[in-house]
C-alpha cells in the first residue's frame, strides 16, 4: 500500500515473473497503481480480488469493443466509397476512435459501479507473499 486518504488505499502491484517474457500488453513497467476501499497502513502487503467474471467482461469490452469498431468502421466505409481504400481506411480509423471514445466513457460508469472495482481481502502480516494465499498481493 503506498498511500491512504481516509477509506481509500493506493495500492501498487508489482509484475508477475511470468510478465516479464509476455509483454504482451506492450507496458515495459514494472508496477500498476490501483485505488480501493478500506483500512491499512502505508508499506502494508494488502490482498485485492476482482472476481474472474469480472475480469473477463473488463477483458473483452477492452479488446472486443475497439476491434469490432474497426471492423464496422472498415465495412462501412468500404459500403460508402467502394473501391477507395484511402476512404475506406480513414472510416475504419474514424471508427475506432469513436469506439475507444465510447470504451473511455464506459469505462468512467462501470468505475463507479462497486461490482467492477477490486475489493481489499485482507491486510497481510509482514512476510506474507502472492504463493502463500493465492491471490495478487500489493504494496
Not at 18 to 39: E, P
Amino acid at each position: 500500500m503506498v498511500a491512504a486518504q481516509g477509506n481509500t488505499l493506493k495500492v501498487c502491484f508489482s509484475r508477475l515473473e511470468a510478465c516479464d517474457s509476455c509483454n504482451l500488453c506492450g507496458s515495459s513497467r514494472n508496477d500498476t497503481t490501483v485505488t480501493i476501499r478500506g483500512t491499512a497502513q502505508v508499506g502494508d502487503l494488502v490482498e485485492v480480488d476482482m472476481p474472474d467474471s469480472q475480469v473477463l467482461k473488463v477483458s473483452l469490452l477492452a479488446y472486443a469493443l475497439p476491434l469490432l469498431g474497426l471492423l464496422l468502421g472498415l465495412w462501412l466505409g468500404n459500403q460508402l466509397f467502394p473501391g477507395q481504400e484511402l476512404a475506406v481506411l480513414l472510416c475504419g480509423l474514424a471508427a475506432l476512435g469513436l469506439s475507444l471514445l465510447g470504451l473511455k466513457r464506459l469505462d468512467g460508469r462501470l468505475g463507479l459501479n462497486a461490482n467492477w472495482q477490486p475489493r481489499l481481502i485482507a491486510v497481510l502480516p509482514p512476510g506474507a507473499d502472492q504463493e502463500a494465499t493465492g491471490n495478487p498481493v500489493a504494496e
